[in-house]
């Protein structure tokens, strides 16, 4: 493959990812590390993306949103193991909020038929929570985001307010240590903050490509985070980093 050839598929890649890591892209087009650090260099240079720690993320217009055909076959063995992982963390009797983030989906199919109080902004999680009996199912209603199949906007938010939940389970699209979580879309970033102030405790499901990357819209700090569960690619060094903040990180084996 030519070198242009690849610079123009990296950026293909980042856009459709919105982030991805080094090594990533080291598998995809056969070539080292270094050679793909290089090629990051030329093409933010060429402000056709922004380096991040250990990769690089999208610049295209910030508010869009990926839509849920897409996210749900991306890091998908990722995304399931780390669901399989959060559900461990439920208890019979528990109210929690699950987001719209595929992770959260991945959480609906693999949860057992507890009795549960279940608040979701997802389209995707309430139909899936439908088929077990003995879950209690909320949607916030609100402005329909066709694309993630969500709702959000002010209802979506005042509906939250009504409640107070047990545990938070959500996802972001960028885990950075001095920057906190963020978010494409800064509709989604406000309901995942209004999620965190109604729970006793968060959890945070993020795969190992959305570490040291920042998104357009922050949700808040590292520190507001209780437990953190992602894929055992995650850099060692972020482990240690969010350890030394107070962060419980639990690593799972990729299936």
């Given amino acids: 493959m030519l070198v242009a050839e690849r610079h123009k598929k990296i950026v293909e890649v980042v856009n459709e990812k919105l982030s991805v ?4 892209l080291s598998k995809i087009f056969q070539v080292t590390e270094e050679t793909i650090r290089r090629d990051l260099e030329k093409l933010e240079k060429e402000n056709l993306l922004r380096r991040s720690h ?3 993320v999208s610049i295209k217009d910030g508010q869009t949103e990926v839509s849920y055909a897409e996210r749900e076959i991306t890091n998908a063995s990722e995304k399931r193991s780390i669901a399989i992982e959060a559900v461990k963390l439920i208890q019979p009797g ?3 909020v699950l987001d719209a983030s595929t992770t959260a989906w ?3 199919k693999e ?9 979701t902004n997802s389209i995707k999680v309430a139909i899936e929570l439908s088929k077990k009996e003995q879950v209690k199912v909320i949607s916030t209603g609100g402005m329909l985001q066709p694309k993630s199949l969500s709702y959000v906007g002010p209802l979506a938010e005042r509906s939250l307010n009504m409640y107070h939940v047990n545990k938070a389970f959500l996802s972001c699209k960028g885990v950075h240590v001095d920057a906190g979580l963020s978010d494409s879309n800064e509709w989604q970033a406000l309901l995942k ?6 729970a006793d405790k ?5 795969d190992s490509t959305k570490f040291g990357v920042r998104t357009f819209a922050q949700i808040t700090d590292i520190q507001r985070i209780g437990h953190v569960i992602t894929d055992d690619h995650i850099d060692e060094s972020f482990c240690r980093a969010l350890e030394e903040k107070g962060v419980q990180v639990k690593t799972v084996e990729i299936k």
């Fill in 94 to 96: 528990d109210q929690i």
């Fill in 21 to 24: 890591r080094v090594t990533e």
């Fill in 111 to 119: 949860m057992p038929d507890l009795p549960l109080t279940v608040l």
């Fill in 193 to 198: 903050r209004q999620m965190m102030s109604i």
């Fill in 202 to 206: 968060t959890i945070l499901m993020a």
């Fill in 54 to 56: 250990g990769g690089a």
């Fill in 106 to 108: 991945y959480m609906a």
